[in-house]
């Protein structure tokens, strides 16, 4: 990238997302405004501004930003004479959605085309992605969208790819197994990533499939036998746990969202999501009943979801908004903002397995560094926690790997 972007999105009074800022490592707003005596032209959603403006209850960023945002204003007024000129967004990023059609993938079409970042966004379903293109392609974002259906057009969707993100597969149903969905969800997301493989080796991977803490060791099992597995650009997504940990405490302790910050390390499923209430930003405290309370419902969310939806779907809107903010991030990273954290689940040496959750740095060669801190000085509660769920993890780590190396003996 030449240039970088300062940028929010608009629709009605609410602020989405913005880009080129400080660290993100919760789902917070920002308040900032700059005006210059010539205008800056800026792109805003649904319309061009003259300012730049980031002022929401509800965005992908943190109060940090703020800061790092008015710094980077400031910094160039000066260079200018207090006079900021032609900072407009760079689409410069190529966004496939592998799944576009389906209940995540729609709504995470959505929010990526809005992205300033992104200058094309390709959406790839089996079936019924035309109609969804051909709606998104009405909207007045910079990104051109381009659709592919079926086996035939998968290689083409992910030619020239910067980011590749896998919401495909079937949702969690009621008295649906966690086998039931793995055994759906593993065979789609090994041929999507064989594509991957194959097509656009460099790109970042970001998987939503589920079950993930199995889905993305099948996806570097898959890598790795291709010849091209970098362990720094494959993710899990996991971004919902934070955001639904942010959400909770929140309302739980009566405090303002933009504040809120809490890491989710372990895994994406049941017991081995593990919210560190501890390390809550700002500090606050908790009784015994309140961490456990609080910690069931983090990681019971996805259920509460289904159970509400009567068999209709599960997680689909919050799941699209936080994969629409791990993609935000990692475009940043991309685009050379140096501050940028998430929580996901990654290759790892945090722990004795291969693979764990946990904050990370992302840079523009994918992920920078974990973020080891989070596990000093955990409470007693934490410290139980989390060895309880590494059996857990661990075993649907192996059988991930076991199908990838199946089928790789089979084919």
């Known amino acids: 990238?030449?240039?970088?972007?300062?940028?929010?999105?608009?629709?009605?009074?609410?602020?989405?997302?913005?880009?080129?800022?400080?660290?993100?490592?919760?789902?917070?707003?920002?308040?900032?405004?700059?005006?210059?005596?010539?205008?800056?032209?800026?792109?805003?959603?649904?319309?061009?501004?003259?300012?730049?403006?980031?002022?929401?209850?509800?965005?992908?960023l943190g109060k940090e930003s703020t800061a790092a945002l008015r710094e980077s204003f400031v910094q160039k007024a000066h260079k200018q004479n207090q006079r900021v000129v032609n900072l407009q967004p760079q689409a410069s990023f190529k966004v496939a959605i592998l799944g576009a059609a389906g209940g995540i993938g729609q709504p995470l079409a959505l929010l990526v085309k809005?992205?300033?970042?992104?200058?094309?966004?390709?959406?790839?379903?089996?079936?019924?992605?035309?109609?969804?293109?051909?709606?998104?392609?009405?909207?007045?974002?910079?990104?051109?969208?381009?659709?592919?259906?079926?086996?035939?057009?998968?290689?083409?969707?992910?030619?020239?790819?910067?980011?590749?993100?896998?919401?495909?597969?079937?949702?969690?149903?009621?008295?649906?197994?966690?086998?039931?969905?793995?055994?759906?969800?593993?065979?789609?997301?090994?041929?999507?990533?064989?594509?991957?493989?194959?097509?656009?080796?460099?790109?970042?991977?970001?998987?939503?499939?589920?079950?993930?803490?199995?889905?993305?060791?099948?996806?570097?099992?898959?890598?790795?036998?291709?010849?091209?597995?970098?362990?720094?650009?494959?993710?899990g997504v996991t971004t919902l746990d934070v955001v639904r940990a942010n959400t909770f405490v929140a309302q739980k302790k009566n405090l303002k969202l933009i504040d809120v910050d809490v890491p989710v390390i372990g895994g994406h499923a049941g017991i081995t999501i593990l919210p560190l209430l501890s390390k809550t930003k700002p500090s606050v405290s908790f009784t015994d009943e309140e961490v456990q309370e609080l910690t069931v419902r983090i990681q019971n969310a996805g259920t509460e979801v289904v159970e509400a939806k009567a068999g209709a779907g599960s997680a689909t809107l919050s799941m699209a908004y936080a994969a629409a903010r791990f993609v935000e991030s990692s475009l940043r990273a991309l685009d050379g903002d140096g501050d940028v954290y998430e929580c996901a689940y990654v290759q790892s040496e945090l722990t004795e397995l291969p693979?764990?959750?946990?904050?990370?740095?992302?840079?523009?060669?994918?992920?920078?560094?974990?973020?080891?801190?989070?596990?000093?000085?955990?409470?007693?509660?934490?410290?139980?926690?989390?060895?309880?769920l590494k059996p857990e993890l661990k075993s649907s780590i192996e059988k991930g790997v076991a199908f990838a190396q199946k089928q790789a003996v089979t084919a």
């Open 114 to 235: 809005m992205s300033p970042l992104v200058s094309a966004l390709h959406l790839y379903d089996i079936a019924n992605v035309k109609g969804v293109a051909a709606d998104l392609s009405h909207c007045n974002t910079p990104s051109q969208v381009l659709d592919f259906t079926g086996n035939s057009e998968l290689a083409d969707s992910l030619k020239g790819v910067d980011v590749v993100v896998i919401p495909a597969g079937v949702p969690r149903k009621p008295g649906m197994t966690r086998d039931d969905l793995f055994n759906i969800n593993a065979s789609i997301v090994k041929t999507l990533i064989e594509a991957v493989a194959d097509n656009c080796p460099d790109a970042f991977i970001h998987i939503i499939s589920n079950p993930v803490n199995s889905t993305v060791p099948i996806a570097a099992e898959v890598l790795r036998q291709k010849g091209v597995y970098d362990p720094k650009k494959l993710f």
């Open 355 to 388: 693979y764990f959750a946990s904050r990370i740095k992302l840079g523009r060669k994918g992920l920078e560094a974990i973020i080891s801190s989070d596990l000093q000085g955990l409470t007693e509660y934490e410290e139980k926690a989390l060895e309880a």
């Open 1 to 60: 990238m030449a240039a970088t972007s300062a940028s929010t999105f608009s629709v009605g009074s609410t602020t989405l997302y913005c880009s080129k800022v400080g660290p993100i490592s919760q789902s917070k707003a920002v308040g900032a405004r700059f005006n210059s005596k010539k205008h800056l032209k800026c792109y805003s959603g649904l319309k061009v501004a003259s300012s730049v403006s980031c002022e929401s209850e509800s965005s992908f």
